[in-house]
């Protein structure tokens, strides 16, 4: 089953916590803190992968989560949990769920992008010795876990797009020129998802897709529109497909322009993309026919072919003009790796935002400090007070008028604010 579109679900794991120990060798007096590292947890990284056509398998399962590390256990530092790589069929677009953000688009075999980061894991209290605190203990706790709902939809990668009104001919004449096997009758709309085909002609390869049908009003999302032209979006270049003796009779110049302005209210970068004409099933018409309405469709400018995808008539010439074409709109250029970053945009922006009955600070990294603090420990807590005043925000606490006793609220923890100026 073909799949264009999904909605995900992914979970990094948990970092482990750190360790609260010390030194109990019999001959190291006053050894001090060896409490180790909690291990970080593992990532969910989305990969590009050729191999894959569709979206199918997140029907299947739509949340997938990644290994939590394990907590430091007395000087022994835990172990990280275990990244997740998910595949992806190379042209998906993933966007943010929530707010619509486009995160990656995965348009080469091979990228990578780490869509949910573990969390690391917490320091143990071998960490914070310093001169005035010799023997801590407490020790800090594993980072949370990123949650991400996603949408992934599925934008084909093809060199050549084949487009026209149903029943036009193009799962017949895909059926020629590659060894794809779409399903073919004689009654329109047979094709209901994309076709994908690789060409080998000449001493060269590339890819064709058998687009859907269009209809009228397809470019405002009537019928199945926009899920069909969604797919146009990446092919360079265009073969119109046109029914040279339509079985309702109507007029092929008309049909013709009909997708072609269609095609042009989508988008009219896709509209201005090279075109190429092939007029399908010559071999039900006289030759005097095929003169005839070749003329007719001069005037737009665009190579004409008459073909026929049943009898292969015609398909030589236009498998050279579509190589060359392809050839001249595939710039060569190596294949980028979209490496991931450690740390993403704008995680130290932080603000302080004042609700009716409580004053919020909103920012990914002090929302994970916080999560990441002991709160049960008293010498936890201080040191987390202090960090807070390094940064500024007890200062602008008090510059936007709180008061002795408010709520402040940091992630998922409510804490009451104490004026120490």
């Not at 193009?170 to 085909?197: E, H, R």
């Not at 005097?288 to 003329?295: D, F, Y």
């Not at 004053?359 to 990914?364: E, I, Q, S």
Request: hydrophobic share 40%.
């Amino acid at each position: 089953m073909f799949l264009d579109e999904a909605i995900v679900e992914f979970t990094s794991g948990k970092g482990g916590s750190g360790a609260v120990a010390f030194h109990t060798e019999k001959h190291v007096p006053r050894g001090g803190p060896n409490g180790a590292d909690g291990g970080r947890g593992g990532d969910v990284i989305l990969i590009a992968d050729r191999g894959r056509r569709t979206l199918y398998d997140f029907k299947l399962l739509d949340h997938h989560e990644a290994e939590s590390g394990i907590h430091g256990l007395g000087n022994k530092r835990g172990k990280n949990g275990k990244d997740i790589t998910i595949r992806l069929p190379v042209g998906t677009v993933v966007t943010d769920a929530e707010n619509g953000q486009v995160l990656v688009d995965m348009t080469k075999h091979g990228m990578k992008y780490v869509v949910a980061k573990g969390g690391r894991g917490g320091h143990g209290n071998m960490h914070y010795v310093n001169s005035v605190r010799q023997a801590p203990n407490f020790a800090e706790k594993g980072g949370p876990a990123e949650k991400v709902k996603v949408k992934l939809e599925l934008k084909l990668l093809a060199d050549v797009g084949l487009i026209g009104l149903p029943n036009a001919g193009k799962s017949t004449l895909i059926s020629s020129i590659s060894a794809a096997k779409p399903k073919i009758a004689d009654y329109p709309f047979t094709t209901i998802v994309p076709n994908l085909g690789v060409v080998s002609f000449r001493d060269t390869t590339f890819t064709v897709a058998d687009m859907p049908g269009l209809i009228e009003g397809a470019s405002q999302g009537i019928g199945l529109g926009h899920q069909f032209l969604k797919h146009v979006e990446r092919t360079r270049v265009l073969v119109h497909v046109v029914d040279i003796l339509p079985i309702d009779e109507s007029d092929p110049v008309d049909n013709y322009e009909l997708i072609e302005r269609e095609l042009d209210l989508y988008s009219e970068e896709i509209a201005a993309r090279p075109r190429l004409i092939a007029l399908n099933k010559i071999d039900m018409v006289s030759p005097e026919v095929i003169a005839e309405t070749v003329a007719k469709f001069e005037k737009y400018g665009h190579p004409i072919f008459p073909i026929s995808g049943f009898t292969n008539r015609g398909l030589t010439d236009l498998l050279n003009t579509m190589t060359d074409v392809v050839e001249e709109a595939v710039p060569e250029d190596e294949i980028p790796v979209f490496m991931p970053t450690l740390e993403k945009q704008g995680e130290d922006h932080w603000e302080i935002v004042e609700e009716e009955d409580c004053y919020r600070v909103v920012g990914k990294r002090l929302e994970r400090m916080v999560a990441m603090t002991d709160l049960e420990r008293k010498d936890a807590v201080r040191y987390m007070q202090r960090r807070l005043d390094r940064i500024g925000v007890l200062e602008k606490l008090r510059l936007c008028g709180a008061q002795e006793g408010d709520t402040v609220v940091i992630g998922e923890f409510e804490f009451s604010y104490i004026d120490e100026s």
